[in-house]
């Protein structure tokens, strides 16, 4: 991945890219520039070998590129494209496949602005969706597939996409991808069928490969493990060129894609990407475990602690690589004991997001799905004394030592 994607020679033989801070670019020729546009808006097919030229940084830049073409390498994917938040990828990739009188289908919970998209903002455009729980396994995701099939034929629509978000945010349910796909199979009509959409954010592209599993796009918040330092906001989706090159037209249009410095960042964190999340997951390893045996814990969300004949069990052995960094646990008492918990944490920053170098803990229930309904929340088993841990590169023993004080405190 490190080398890809770029030649010094082309860059006055800098080691690493350089930042391209331009909003344009200049065309050799006028038939450059026709040729350019015609492929930039669909008009016709590549010729073989055939290499759009660089056109405007809305459509294209050389930080852009390479970044893309190393997020791609990661995923296992054709092509991949960057956008200006998590939350762009997202709203970008669903509004390029969903359509008035379109249904869609997806896993619940999911992270918080997600929720609000797909509950109050795709409706207003005529996109019904019909959720399910993650934890309700095979059964209850074909029975949100057929129902969703339903509302499309009454409305005279298709279903548009198949959209989970696996591990969950925050309660870390898993979805099978595989089934996924399966569903997406028997939902094929005369347009081909709904692109099978996953949200790999929560272990990211080291400890979890949708695009294997059964996955046509990942979504991901490159915010979160691959820029990794808490010092910029960016998304991508990545997949075959059949589905990521509609996605792309929508991006230009809607001006949703990443700009050249920050997908400069995002170049230099990629190279320190495996070293962060290894010493990450091993961390949030030994905080489980300390957690798990601490009386003041009801329990601990955390995947690796899954039993051999939890029902989940083969399927995170299968889709999962890791358990990754970040879970949940419930401490024992209501949002007044949370809160005493939060505030005297010293090392650990109080803080949302997740997958930087430092340790964050959050209350899911008041901030990042504080717009989920009571009822809701509690139906998806976000509680008041649930509490959200994304663990950094710290010595974890420095991280238990505050947990510790905090809990007795």
């Given at each position: 991945m490190m080398g890809y994607g770029y030649a010094p020679s082309m860059s006055e033989g800098a080691l690493k890219p350089p930042l391209f801070q331009t909003s344009t670019f200049v065309f050799r020729n006028a038939e450059e520039g026709k040729a350019s546009f015609e492929?930039?808006?669909?008009?016709?097919?590549?010729?073989?070998?055939?290499?759009?030229?660089?056109?405007?940084?809305?459509?294209?830049?050389?930080?852009?590129?390479?970044?893309?073409?190393?997020?791609?390498?990661?995923?296992?994917?054709?092509?991949?494209?960057?956008?200006?938040?998590?939350?762009?990828?997202?709203?970008?990739?669903?509004?390029t496949f969903l359509r008035p009188g379109d249904s869609f289908v997806f896993s619940e919970p999911v992270y918080g602005g997600t929720e609000f998209l797909v509950h109050t903002i795709l409706p207003q455009f005529g996109a019904q969706g019909v959720g399910f729980m993650a934890e309700g396994g095979e059964t209850g995701f074909r029975e949100a597939a057929k129902q969703a099939a339903a509302l499309a034929a009454k409305s005279g629509g298709k279903v548009g996409a198949i959209y989970v978000e696996t591990p969950a945010n925050p309660t870390n349910g898993l979805v099978d991808i595989a089934v996924a796909r399966e569903i997406s199979e028997s939902l094929?009509?005369?347009?081909?069928?709904?692109?099978?959409?996953?949200?790999?954010?929560?272990?990211?592209p080291l400890w979890q490969k949708p695009l294997s599993l059964g996955a046509d796009i990942c979504v991901t918040s490159l915010t979160k493990y691959v820029g990794g330092h808490s010092d910029l906001i960016a998304g991508a989706a990545s997949g075959a060129a059949s589905w990521i090159g509609q996605v792309a037209v929508f991006r230009t249009i809607f001006g949703t894609m990443t700009d050249p410095h920050t997908a400069w960042l995002l170049l230099r964190s990629l190279e320190t990407l495996k070293l962060r999340m290894d010493a990450a997951e091993l961390g949030a390893r030994k905080v489980a475990a300390y957690l798990q045996k601490h009386p003041r814990v009801k329990s601990v969300w955390y995947l690796g602690f899954l039993p051999k004949d939890h029902p989940d069990r083969p399927l995170f052995e299968r889709q999962c690589v890791?358990?990754?960094?970040?879970?949940?646990?419930?401490i024992d008492g209501g949002e007044k004991d949370a809160f005493a918990f939060l505030d005297k944490l010293q090392i650990i920053k109080l803080a949302v997001s997740l997958g930087g170098t430092e340790t964050l803990a959050s209350h899911p229930a008041a901030m990042t799905h504080s717009d989920v309904p009571k009822q809701s929340r509690e139906r998806l088993g976000i509680t008041e004394s649930l509490i959200r841990l994304s663990i950094g590169v710290e010595n974890p023993d420095d991280l238990i030592a505050d947990i510790e004080q905090a809990l007795e405190t």
């Open positions: 492929l930039a808006y669909g008009l016709r097919e590549k010729k073989r070998d055939e290499e759009m030229h660089l056109i405007y940084s809305r459509i294209n830049n050389p930080n852009l590129e390479v970044l893309e073409d190393r997020l791609a390498v990661w995923d296992g994917a054709e092509k991949a494209l960057a956008f200006a938040s998590g939350m762009a990828a997202i709203s970008t990739t669903l509004m094929k009509g005369p347009a081909g069928r709904p692109p099978v959409i996953v949200d790999n954010t929560f272990l990211g890791s358990a990754g960094s970040t879970f949940s646990f419930e």
